[in-house]
């Protein structure tokens, strides 16, 4: 039988195909349907390159399975390929699933699992591993977003449907997680808050400090 080393942590990116008009929709009256795919590549790699820095394995997870390629996904596929990330797609229907099913499978891997968004670079890869040393002594952590959701999460423990019911990309997605958690009988720890980029606002914070 294989030891895993108890030190493992697989840390996994989720993000969507750039498809014009089915990316970062909220930047789209500013910034147009093209512009607002061109943003979502932007901050995909962005965060890959946080991730990679954090010195753990990395993986690479879209959204769905797809026959043809987007052109648009070529930047992204480039940089996994110069890194070494290897990718695969998320399973289930709701997000709540898809990040359960992810951590499932995580753990199978290594002893602590990671997930970030590609709308959260603000975390850096000091945040990463901040999130997998609180995992030495609880089974969930949570880096909260300002905007009441989260911009992590990882565990060393999960149990199903620890994640159901969550109304996702509302300002009551986190409390509601916590309240999840609590009653699955899961200890949990929360990081200092974030932020994501969802709307036009959050797009000139990240271009303000990109260029800064």
């Known amino acids: 039988m294989q ?5 493992s942590v697989l ?28 943003a979502h590549v932007r901050l995909s790699l962005a965060v890959l390159e946080n991730l990679v820095a ?7 997870l879209w959204d769905r399975p797809l026959e043809t390629i987007p052109d648009a996904a070529s930047p992204i596929n480039e940089r996994l390929e110069y ?5 695969d797609w998320q399973q289930g229907d709701v997000l709540g699933e898809r990040m359960t099913r992810a951590l499932d499978t995580g753990l199978q891997k290594a002893s602590k699992a990671v997930i970030v968004g590609s709308d959260c670079p603000s975390v850096d890869a000091e945040y ?15 880096g909260p977003s300002d905007d009441g959701g ?19 990309g509302t300002e009551n997605a986190l409390e509601q997680t916590c309240d999840r958690l609590t009653r699955a009988g899961l200890t949990f720890a929360l ?15 990240f271009i303000g400090q990109s260029s800064g």
């Open 128 to 142: 990463v591993r901040l999130a997998v040393a609180a995992l030495d002594e609880v089974d969930v952590v949570l």
């Open 191 to 205: 990081l200092p808050e974030k932020w994501d980029v969802d709307e036009p606002e959050d797009w000139r914070r």
């Open 54 to 60: 954090s010195g753990y394995d990395v993986r690479f």
């Open 3 to 7: 030891i895993v080393d108890p030190d």
């Open 11 to 38: 840390v996994m990116q989720f993000a969507k195909w750039p498809e014009a008009g089915r990316v970062k929709t909220r930047l789209m009256p500013e910034l147009g349907a093209e512009g607002a795919m061109n």
């Open 150 to 168: 989260y911009v992590l999460i990882g565990a060393r423990t999960i149990v199903p449907d620890m994640l159901a019911d969550v109304a996702w």
């Open 83 to 87: 890194h070494g990330v290897g990718c």
